[in-house]
T-cell receptor
């Protein structure tokens, strides 16, 4: 069964203090690993898709990387508006379309 | 670009009542998904449609739950005889069928509270 574990559960940073979020996964044939951002009371907002080990994607202060067992979301010089829950999800090759999500990392960036 | 739209945003009902939620996907997307999310957890997959065909259902989708997507456009999720454990955020997502796996784009959900 596909499984995703995210760490840490919560992370508090000062504005400008860079850090990384971890997503460890087990999946029967990775078709895609997805990062989402979720604000309170809102649905997840798509950030990145990674398809194969070694791939990297960047968007503003965020950079996602992928290995065969885990993915990292690096946050460089975060701002208070980066505060949110970051969700990682995998899609396996069982032929189905479902995403299997982790429980997320709650990020709080203080000014 | 209109995103995924879900209605109502909030629903409060008594235990045992039936409820129905609606999802309008992004117009050019032919895949539609329903997920359920409880506090502190990630979304859990419920069911998936390609056009009007329901192609996958999770074991979480008991026989009290039914989803439809007539004409391959909007979708409805109905819960019959609601129970306390049904309290959650119900999320809808849609995606475009392309050559590679397309990301799923989510609406802002319907929050269901069972009294």
């Amino acid at each position: 069964e596909d499984q995703v574990t995210q760490s840490p559960e919560a992370l508090r940073l000062q504005e400008g203090e860079s850090s990384s979020l971890n997503c460890s996964y087990t999946v029967s044939g990775l078709r895609g690993l997805f990062w989402y951002r979720q604000d309170p009371g809102k649905g997840p907002e798509f950030l990145f898709t990674l398809y194969s080990a070694g791939e990297e994607k960047e968007k503003e202060r965020l950079k996602a990387t992928l290995t065969k067992k885990e993915s990292f979301l690096h946050i460089t010089a975060p701002k208070p508006e980066d505060s949110a829950t970051y969700l990682c999800a995998v899609q396996g090759d069982t032929g189905f379309q479902k995403l299997v999500f982790g429980t997320g990392t709650r990020l709080l960036v203080s000014p | 670009d209109t995103g995924v739209s879900q209605n109502p945003r909030h629903k409060i009902t008594k235990r045992g009542q039936n409820v129905t939620f609606r999802c309008d996907p992004i117009s050019e997307h032919n895949r539609l998904y329903w997920y359920r999310q409880t506090l502190g957890q990630g979304p859990e997959f419920l069911t998936y449609f390609q056009n009007e065909a329901q192609l996958e259902k999770s074991r979480l989708l008991s026989d009290r739950f039914s989803a439809e997507r007539p004409k391959g456009s909007f979708s409805t999720l109905e819960i019959q005889r609601t129970e306390q454990g049904d309290s959650a955020m119900y999320l809808c997502a849609s995606s475009f069928t392309g050559a590679s796996n397309q990301p799923q784009h989510f609406g802002d959900g319907t929050r269901l509270s069972i009294l």
